[in-house]
């Protein structure tokens, strides 16, 4: 693994940035001291799928799908504070 200052990466971004796209990992110091490890990301279906192996997301079963919007009505002016000051009382 190679190591870069903070310095070189400030200057040298993209060259840095495709590097690791290529899949190197690259060690970023301050100082001398370790800030940062670059890695290439894993893809975003990878890790959808890891969490969905470990039970902690659960995929859609309509990707994509958005459901018609309900209408609610208009608003009749009403002002909201009277409206549930309204409600609560009609609970009581």
């Not at 190197?24 to 893809?43: C, F, N, Q, S, W």
């Amino acid at each position: 693994m190679e190591t870069i200052g903070l310095r070189e990466l400030t200057h040298r971004t993209a060259a840095i940035a495709r590097r690791v796209r290529a899949g190197e990992t690259i060690l970023v110091t301050d100082h001398g001291k370790p800030v940062m490890r670059l890695t290439p990301a894993a893809p975003a279906d990878d890790a959808m799928a890891r969490l969905a192996a470990a039970g902690l997301l659960i995929p859609a079963t309509n990707p994509g799908y958005l459901p018609e919007p309900v209408d609610t009505g208009r608003w009749t002016g009403e002002d909201a504070a009277a409206a549930v000051s309204e409600f609560r009382q009609d609970r009581t």
